[in-house]
């Protein structure tokens, strides 16, 4: 197999796996119930959800995404949204309040500080943000909180949630190239120089970024937990198409292909 064949065929599979993945999604949110009269829970749910499909879907379509440089960025946000969900699932109603509550009082507090730097061009945006909140909720309305939307940080979230696992294994080893961390940097943006007489010090290299699509399989996973998830929440025994499946099936393939080559 040729690097453009397995472009060609990572391309095909992964255009394939997320139409299954909207038809999935479409059939999962028009089999449930919508409780009138909590219609904040759902919104919060589902937008979440969809936060984690668009994220995968950016990197559907998007093979540079798939190496060791971007996809980790990508799956940290996914797997951040995958522990909130964890988290609200424990107590809906309390939870999404609180996040929604966080969420406003981040959009209030930018709109303060853009106010006070006092800048005549900042009119519109001002405007925007404005109409933006007041959609929600009257901005004086507002409380500002400053930690985090739980008033706890992500690994006691995540341990609360029972997904500590997630949190030490994936979202910690993800976040270190979010940050740029030392031990991120080091291995893969540095070399040695090649000059014996330099004392072996180290100079910059700009990687290529390859395509492995075990990076999509991971974003996928991670999704489908995500998805499993709410399952277990809102449906007995639901069944729904199962993308996933398709993905590592035809990765597998490919694999083989490439190893036959
Ligand atoms: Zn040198």
């Given at each position: 197999m040729t690097d453009s064949d397995y472009?060609?065929?990572?391309?095909?599979?992964?255009?394939?796996?997320?139409?299954?993945l909207e038809v999935e999604h479409f059939e999962r949110i028009s089999k449930s119930d919508?409780?009138?009269?909590?219609?904040q829970n759902h919104e919060v749910i589902h937008g979440l959800l969809a936060r984690q499909i668009t994220l995968v879907?950016?990197?559907?379509?998007s093979l540079p995404t798939w190496n060791e440089h971007i996809a980790p960025i990508i799956l940290r946000c996914i797997i951040d949204a995958t522990i909130t969900l964890k988290y609200i699932y424990l107590d809906v109603d309390k939870h999404v309040q609180q996040f929604v509550d966080f969420g406003l009082g981040q959009e209030t507090l930018m709109l303060k500080r853009i106010k006070e730097r006092n800048l005549a061009e900042d009119g519109e945006i001002i405007n925007q943000i404005e109409q933006h909140i007041n959609k929600e909720r009257k901005h004086f309305l507002n409380i500002i909180n400053v930690g985090s939307w739980n008033f706890i940080n992500i690994r006691e979230t995540?341990?609360?949630?029972?997904?500590?696992?997630?949190y030490d294994f994936a979202y910690s080893q993800f976040s270190i190239a979010a940050h740029s961390s030392w031990n991120f940097i080091f291995p893969r943006y540095l070399e040695y120089c090649k000059n014996p007489l330099h004392k072996y010090h180290r100079v910059p290299v700009l990687p290529e970024l390859e395509v492995?699509?075990?990076?999509?399989?991971?974003?996928?996973?991670?999704?489908k937990q995500s998805l499993s998830d709410y399952d277990k929440l809102f449906f007995d025994s639901a069944v729904f198409q199962n993308s996933f499946d398709y993905?590592?099936?035809?990765?597998?393939?490919?694999?083989?292909?490439?190893?036959?080559?």
């Amino acid at each position: 197999m040729t690097d453009s064949d397995y472009i060609l065929a990572c391309q095909k599979i992964a255009h394939v796996y997320y139409e299954k993945l909207e038809v999935e999604h479409f059939e999962r949110i028009s089999k449930s119930d919508i409780n009138l009269t909590k219609t904040q829970n759902h919104e919060v749910i589902h937008g979440l959800l969809a936060r984690q499909i668009t994220l995968v879907s950016g990197m559907v379509k998007s093979l540079p995404t798939w190496n060791e440089h971007i996809a980790p960025i990508i799956l940290r946000c996914i797997i951040d949204a995958t522990i909130t969900l964890k988290y609200i699932y424990l107590d809906v109603d309390k939870h999404v309040q609180q996040f929604v509550d966080f969420g406003l009082g981040q959009e209030t507090l930018m709109l303060k500080r853009i106010k006070e730097r006092n800048l005549a061009e900042d009119g519109e945006i001002i405007n925007q943000i404005e109409q933006h909140i007041n959609k929600e909720r009257k901005h004086f309305l507002n409380i500002i909180n400053v930690g985090s939307w739980n008033f706890i940080n992500i690994r006691e979230t995540a341990i609360k949630a029972q997904c500590k696992e997630l949190y030490d294994f994936a979202y910690s080893q993800f976040s270190i190239a979010a940050h740029s961390s030392w031990n991120f940097i080091f291995p893969r943006y540095l070399e040695y120089c090649k000059n014996p007489l330099h004392k072996y010090h180290r100079v910059p290299v700009l990687p290529e970024l390859e395509v492995n699509y075990i990076f999509l399989i991971m974003a996928a996973d991670h999704l489908k937990q995500s998805l499993s998830d709410y399952d277990k929440l809102f449906f007995d025994s639901a069944v729904f198409q199962n993308s996933f499946d398709y993905l590592v099936t035809e990765f597998k393939n490919i694999h083989e292909d490439v190893e036959n080559s």
